[in-house]
């Protein structure tokens, strides 16, 4: 199951949640206002030369 992030539209409070997608959203825990769901950056991170630059060139996919 996802975490989801969610902002009070009351109180401005911010707190996560793990939940399905298609869940009813939470009340706010602080206040207990309704909520609304935020986009967050997505917790991923690409080192190196990169998966494009080593898996395809400009002939075609490496044979291994």
Partial sequence: MP???YRCLTC???FENLQQ???D???CPQCGSEVKRIQSKPSI???GKG???TDYTRT???MR
């Fill in 60 to 62: 075609g996919p490496k």
């Fill in 12 to 14: 401005d409070h911010l």
């Fill in 25 to 27: 959203p939470p009340d």
């Fill in 3 to 5: 975490i989801y992030e």
């Fill in 21 to 23: 997608w298609n869940d």
């Fill in 51 to 53: 998966f494009h630059a």
């Fill in 45 to 47: 991170r690409f080192k």
